[in-house]
């Protein structure tokens, strides 16, 4: 069944350094979504990209998704400590649009 | 506009008991999933469901039924719980855009 793979798993960051967590598929993906999920919280929905090559921007937050299709990327300039909780892709794919879920990353920034 | 609601918000259930998770949105989504959250290993898919009459199994769908009579509700049953089950559940409801998660169930089982 379809993967998707997700690094790194935890990053500790400096208030003001920045940070970005990558997001590989082993299958070509209809689209790609992004939640970010506060401690003790439930995942949010930041963003979907649809398109080969495909760049978002929401403010600080940078999104990428590859040619290919197949993977894709979150970059956080400048982190804050609001930035803090773990980032998760979600890969959609297939007939019935199943959503896969990367293990995450879990950001902490350090004041 | 509640969104999607869960209930209940926590629960103890003892080797063997059985009982349902109840999820419902407002947002007139077609497409409805259940998600199980364990440390280290992400989310992951146990059921969805594309409409009201059709549902498919997920990742980890084994313990664990689902039926859509309509299109707000898609409850959870755990048929006979284990201690393998003691997760955070989330469901969640989405369009062709977005997706939308619960507050989640907080479930032990000792």
């Known amino acids: 069944g379809q993967q998707v793979m997700q690094i790194p798993q935890y990053q500790h960051v400096q208030e003001g350094e920045d940070f970005t967590t990558y997001c590989n598929s082993s299958?070509?993906?209809?689209?790609i979504q992004w939640y970010k999920q506060r401690p003790g919280g439930h995942p949010v929905f930041l963003i979907q990209?649809?398109?080969?090559?495909e760049v978002k921007k929401q403010k600080r937050l940078t999104f990428q998704f590859g040619e290919a299709k197949k993977n894709s990327s979150l970059h956080i300039t400048a982190t804050q400590t609001t930035d803090v909780g773990t980032y998760f892709c979600?890969?959609?794919?297939?007939?019935?649009?199943?959503?896969?879920f990367g293990i995450g990353t879990k950001l902490q920034v350090i004041p | 506009n509640a969104g999607v609601t869960q209930t209940p918000k926590f629960q103890v259930l003892k080797t063997g008991q059985s009982m349902t998770l109840q999820c419902a949105q407002d947002?007139?989504?077609?497409?409805m999933s259940w998600y199980r959250q364990d440390p280290g290993m992400g989310l992951r898919l146990i059921h969805y469901?594309?409409?009201?009459?059709?549902?498919d199994q997920g990742e980890v769908p084994n313990g664990y039924n689902v039926s859509r009579s309509t299109t707000e509700d898609f409850p959870l049953r755990l048929l006979s719980a284990a201690p393998s089950q003691t997760s955070v559940y989330f469901c969640?409801?989405?369009?062709?855009?977005?997706?939308?998660f619960g507050p989640g169930t907080r479930l032990t089982v000792t």
């Open positions: 969640a409801s989405r369009s062709s855009y977005e997706q939308y």
């Open positions: 299958t070509t993906l209809s689209n």
């Open positions: 990209l649809v398109k080969s090559g």
């Open positions: 979600a890969g959609v794919s297939g007939g019935y649009q199943k959503v896969t």
């Open positions: 947002m007139n989504h077609e497409y």
């Open positions: 469901s594309v409409g009201a009459g059709i549902t």
